[in-house]
Structures are given as C-alpha cells and as structure tokens.
C-alpha cells in the first residue's frame, strides 16, 4: 500500500495546498478534514469551507467533525489510518494521540518564521510591526502552539503597501509551493526537523475590533502599518463628525512637512485626503462611512465638502 495522507483545512489559505498536493499525488489523499460548514450572509444559508468545496471537486473524501478532540475524532483517524497529516490552517487543536499516529508525524504549514510570530495571527502582527519580511515555516506539530521542530523555512518580501488580504493570498500561494517542494524531500529523509529556539519566540494572537481604533498623535508610518494589517478584518477606523469611518487603505504622503495638529485634515491630491499624524502626513485613499459603499478619500472630503482644519478624531 502506497502514502496515505491526511489533509486538515478549513480557509481560502489552504486551498492552494490541497490543489497542489492533489497534483503532486491525489492517490495518496486518503481523506480530507476541514471544519464544519456555518451559516453565512444575511440568508444564514448553510456554506461550505472553500477547503471542502475544493476537496469534493476532486473526488476526494470529507469529513467534517465538531471536534476531532472526540470519539469521532478517533474513529475517523482509525479508518483513515495515515502515514501523514498535513495541517494548514485546520482551526483546532490537535490532541496527542492524534499526533503521534502517523508515521511521518504531522506537518503544519505556517506562514511566519517561527520562532517568530507564533499563533493565529502571523500576517497582521508582521504588518502591525513595519516587518519588511516575513516567511513560511514547514513544521513538525506537537502539543504546544506553533512550537515543533522545524522541518524548513522560506522568506519572501513584504510588499510597501501590501495589506493583510494580499499578503495572506500571495502566502497561500507561496506555501503550496514551498510545501510540495518539500515533502518529497522530507519524506526521503533529506530534511530533519531542527528544534525551535523558544527564547526568541514572539507572538500574534487573533486580532481583536477595537485593535483597529486609529490614534492620530502616532505617525503616519504606525498608522499605515495599522491600516494594512486591519485589512480585511476587523478594518481600522477614526470618527468623522461623530459618525465612525471605517479606512481601507493608505500610504504615506512622502517629502510632508508638518502642517496642522494630528487628525487635521490638510489638503487632498488626486485619490486621497490628507490627514496629518503625530509625524508625517497620511494619506487616506480608499474610505467607508457606516452604511456605505467604499470611496476614495478624496470623493468622501468632496461629498461631505470638508474644509482645510477639519478634525478627524481617534477611533
């Protein structure tokens, strides 16, 4: 009997590696696991996980546990019975006896360089401190978070303007690659998985609504940061006339010299208004009122007819 692998994902990001593992060698997926499907929309209507939704056009089997922590749980790796687990962005955590099953231990694709950025939120705490790189990290899961030895990692560039969403699809890519490069060579025995250094560990929890309340005394470059890694969720935001504006994107307004006191809005150029910060001016080019469409900054300040010395206010 050939590789039998497990698949365990639920999100948009972990399509890309069961397509690519399915081309690599769809024989060898014995099964794929991905969380329940929820009620979505204002319909409420039942949706599948973009991971389930992939597996089934390939013909492949799903299983859907409440949790895997569970009689279910092990019935189901009984019958799969795998040599491997793969695990991008399943949802939930995986108990010891589940680890310890297969063969080739279980391997979780991570997109950070661990030790760094352990957790849930890698790609927005990487925006949020201004990194100008992040990675991928192939590892060897145990019990704790994100702390297994590491099999091998990739870095690529973050781009200056990149949000969250963007960077989250070009990691998913860059992941699927990475990760079928690399089994083989794990598998052959050509890859030992180093221990992490967890005295260098940092971390990045799910982020929370009110993490994304703009504070117009920071500069203009936190704010960006800000703004990028709130993108798409939980969005950053100021008050406008009482009212919350929800920012989308930014960038910074180069070459600017202190014009007004921060928060004030002083001037516009082709797409964005201009908003000085604690340092440096911002610029806000992509905005929402509550309720609204999304419109560039400068068609906003044109249809609220915003004069130079408005105020915007903290989130």
């Not at 929820?38 to 492949?60: D, F, S």
């Not at 040599?83 to 279980?106: E, T």
């Not at 050509?190 to 929370?208: G, H």
């Amino acid at each position: 009997m050939g590789l039998r692998i497990l698949f365990m994902g639920t999100p948009e990001f972990a399509v890309p590696s069961l397509e690519q593992l399915a081309g690599w060698n769809k024989d060898a997926i014995a099964g794929v696991v991905s969380q329940p499907d929820k009620p979505q929309g204002r319909g409420r209507h039942m949706r599948e996980t973009p991971v389930k939704r992939t597996a089934l056009k390939h013909g492949l089997l799903v299983f859907q546990p409440a949790k895997i922590k569970s009689e279910e749980g092990e019935r189901l790796l009984a019958r799969l019975a795998p040599d491997l687990v793969i695990v991008v962005a399943y949802g939930q955590i995986l108990p010891k006896w589940f680890l310890d099953f297969p063969q080739f231990g279980a391997i979780n694709v991570h997109a950070s360089l661990l030790p760094f950025y352990r957790g849930a939120a890698p790609l927005q705490h990487a925006l949020l401190n201004g990194e100008k790189t992040t990675g991928i990290t192939l590892m060897l899961m145990d019990e704790g978070m994100d702390t297994g030895p590491v099999i091998n990692q990739m870095e690529f560039l973050i781009y200056e303007n990149e949000t969250a969403g963007e960077l989250a699809a070009r990691a998913s890519a860059l992941s699927a690659d990475f990760l079928v490069r690399e089994l083989p060579r794990y598998l052959r025995g050509d890859r030992k998985a180093v221990p992490q250094d967890s005295n260098r560990a940092t971390y990045a929890p799910l982020l929370k609504k009110e993490e994304g309340r703009m504070q117009f005394e920071h500069s203009n470059i936190r704010l960006h940061n800000l703004v990028r890694a709130m993108n798409p969720w939980p969005t950053a935001f100021c008050t406008c006339q009482d009212q919350r504006l929800f920012v989308h994107r930014t960038y910074l307004q180069v070459d600017s010299q202190p014009s007004g006191v921060p928060g004030e809005f002083v001037g516009m150029n082709q797409d964005a208004m201009l908003v000085q910060c604690g340092t440096g001016l911002l610029a806000l080019s992509q905005v929402q009122a509550a309720g609204k469409k999304i419109v560039s900054g400068r068609d906003f300040a044109n249809g609220l007819r915003l004069v130079l010395g408005f105020r915007f206010s903290n989130g």
